[in-house]
């Protein structure tokens, strides 16, 4: 099955080389050694956007019973998250993903996002229906912060993409039995330390990759693709 299964052409095509808020936090992954900035997951990740910029192609992993899953529920969490809320907004999910370009690396494709632009969010349908009850355990921000870190760097790159003043993770499982721990909704805000760390590693991993990309041509000219959906092609400058 091709791993553009359950993603638009064209969306996958806007990411090409770009640092993505659902895999930000691969980048914050430490070395163990002294005097170096990142670990093994965020050099292998830092190197997978050297493999997209140089052979045009993004590969995606995707669990596919997670993300059929995923796709079969998110609506119905959006619906009940803003009943829960009582707003609504503008929908990005997998039926329309819609990316944003954040600087000539970065970017996110969010799920939700208000109509007045002020907040934004994420849904998360776990496949396993004991990763939604430990999501249901989180008390806060915080917590969030440090037992789902993965999406407290989502929320905080979306954050920040889109100026959002807040965001608000949402886990939904539809099977439980009691209606009331099908929805847990966390709602985060602007952390000052991730963004100051985020912008760091940011730099020295571009940085990185223009250094490298010279060493091989001194001649090359780092600039990431974008999708031209009126001829359907990648145009590299």
Known sequence: MSEHYFQSLE????????????EIHKLFVGSKKKGELFGDTANTYICSKVAEILTQEVKEEVDFKQAEWGKANEIDAMLAFEAAKGINGNYYGVGDPKFFPHGE??????????KDLIHGADFKCP??????FKNMLLKSADELKDKRWEYYCQGQMNMLIRGWKLFHFVSYDPRYIDPRFRLKIITVYPDQQWIEEYNERLKAAVTWIEEKLCSLDPSFSVITASHDADVNATIVQ
């Open 127 to 132: 496949y396993n229906s004991s990763e939604h």
């Open 11 to 22: 969306w996958l095509q806007k990411r090409l080389g770009r640092f993505t808020a659902s």
């Open 105 to 114: 690396w970065a970017g996110g494709s969010p799920d939700w996002e208000s």
